[in-house]
């Protein structure tokens, strides 16, 4: 019950977040497209979770391989249907053409923060399932998710644009990046909701990054990548 009542907070405050941007600038949200966002984030809990403990887990090892794996699965089902499409939610091989050269630069600051994380808060030795989880399912399934069937939900649901950065940002990609920091740093439990503002930084801050580099490139490849550079460097150094 904890698990459901905190991704239910977690829509609110999407719903909530949605309601002052239509009230500050009017006709700027569209409704059903928020709500379908909303729908995803819950999905994505939810298979996650492997449905909060009612599917049971039946593959061997410490990581959530089966969460991660249907969350994965339902992304890429609903990303191939007409009313999305894997090129608008940017899962491809394929960059914008000339944007190699600018994120390029980028990519090496977001190596470079987290090799000095790395180095400087280094890890206990890892497990062989560790490295391989690390270096494989958080990058994919979270980038494909969050910067890729999420984000364009919401920029369908956030219409406002500013160029900034060479991109166009909205809401919707700013928002992405909250709601990927708080399913990190947010939680209710046992009677109690929690909070962790540095968690919340160490998520979101770098998912802004990230962000950038879909909407410069077009794809989320390089997303992924830096992803699970960023979490399994930790583990080799």
Avoid at 3 to 11: G, L, N, V, W
Wanted: aromatic letters at 10%; charged letters at 15%.
């Amino acid at each position: 019950m904890d698990a459901i009542i905190s991704i239910a907070s977690i829509i609110a405050m999407l719903c909530g977040v949605g309601a002052v941007i239509s009230l500050l600038r009017p006709r700027s949200v569209d409704w059903r497209w928020l709500a379908i966002a909303a729908g995803l984030v819950l999905l994505n809990d939810l298979l996650l979770t492997n449905a909060y403990g009612l599917i049971r887990d039946v593959l061997p090892g410490r990581w959530n391989w089966q969460g991660k794996i249907l969350a994965l699965g339902a992304t890429l089902a609903i990303a191939m249907t007409p009313a999305f499409g894997l090129r608008p939610a940017g899962i491809t091989a394929p960059q914008a053409p000339g944007s190699l050269r600018a994120a390029l630069p980028v990519a090496l600051l977001y190596c470079s923060f987290f090799l000095a994380i790395a180095i400087a808060f280094p890890d206990e030795p890892p497990t062989r399932e560790t490295i391989a989880f690390q270096l494989t399912m958080p990058g994919v399934e979270e980038e494909l998710f969050y910067r890729g069937l999420l984000l364009l939900a919401l920029d369908r649901a956030f219409t406002a644009r500013k160029r900034l950065l060479e991109v166009q940002w909205g809401w919707g990609a700013i928002i992405s990046c909250a709601l990927f920091g708080l399913t990190h740093a947010f939680a209710y439990a046992e009677g109690s909701y929690s909070f962790d503002p540095i968690y919340m930084a160490l998520t979101a801050v770098p998912s802004l990054i990230a962000i950038w580099l879909r909407l410069r490139t077009g794809s989320v490849l390089i997303p992924v990548l830096l992803h699970n550079f960023g979490n399994a460097i930790g583990l080799l150094v």
